[in-house]
């Protein structure tokens, strides 16, 4: 049975840096995973996605700022997180993906940033 | 980008009763290669994380009741309840999956 949990959600200060983690197992995270990220009490907002090839996409908001990695051997996803913003705070999800489309959701670890 | 419009924000409805929902891209999803709509339906529930309902607009995941049902093409969608249970009480996000940045809609709050 798949499973994604991530980690490594903090309490950080404006220009900090995070990195979050998303074990996963039932399933090898070397095909389509991405980040995806829901502010308190808002919608979602994808963040950024890598394909099965290893290439990367972002967000506009990111771009620059996160970069998207994952280890294959200990079956990881990334998500290294500098210059953060208020506008950051957000419970980040590590998803799944075929393709596209996100078909597993893991539950999300918090992000606040504040000063 | 595509933008994904949702309506209405919020929808009360009787238990039983049917409940649609509404979706609109910016710009088609409807690959010419396929002849497929990439636009699927997420379902979340207060607390949880979302869960996926719906993608290639019509095609149901695997355990997802069959009173859930999608249909659109092209630029306009539809996610319908047809008789809504009390557990089906969510908020509903559209999600395009055609190209990136991949966009979600702003979501319908369903209530009973």
């Known amino acids: 049975e798949a499973q994604l949990v991530e980690s490594g959600g903090d309490l950080v200060h404006p220009g900090g840096s995070l990195r979050l983690s998303c074990a996963a197992s039932g399933f090898t995270v070397s095909n389509y995973m991405s980040w995806v990220r829901q502010a308190p009490g808002k919608g979602l907002e994808w963040v950024s996605i890598i394909n099965s090839a290893g290439g990367t996409y972002y967000a506009n908001f990111v771009k620059g700022r996160f970069t998207i990695s994952r280890d294959n051997s200990k079956n990881t996803l990334y998500l290294q997180m500098n210059s953060l913003r208020v506008e950051d705070t957000a419970v980040y999800y590590c998803?799944?993906?075929?393709?596209?489309?996100?078909?597993?959701w893991g539950h999300g670890t918090p992000v606040t940033v504040s000063s | 980008d595509i933008v994904m419009t949702q309506s209405p924000e919020s929808l009360a409805v009787s238990l039983g009763e049917r409940a649609t929902i509404n979706c609109k891209s910016s710009q088609s999803v409807l690959s010419r290669a396929d002849n497929k709509n990439y636009l699927a339906w997420h379902q979340q529930k207060l607390g949880q994380p979302p869960k996926l309902l719906i993608s290639?607009?019509?095609t149901r995941e695997s355990g997802v009741p069959d009173r859930f049902s999608g249909s659109g093409s092209g630029t306009d969608f539809t996610l319908t309840i047809s008789s809504v249970q009390a557990e089906d009480v969510a908020i509903y996000y559209c999600?395009?999956?055609?190209?990136?940045?991949?966009?979600f809609g702003g979501g319908t709050k369903v209530e009973i």
């Open positions: 290639w607009a019509s």
């Open positions: 999600q395009q999956h055609y190209s990136a940045p991949l966009t």
């Open positions: 998803v799944r993906g075929r393709g596209y489309i996100f078909d597993y």
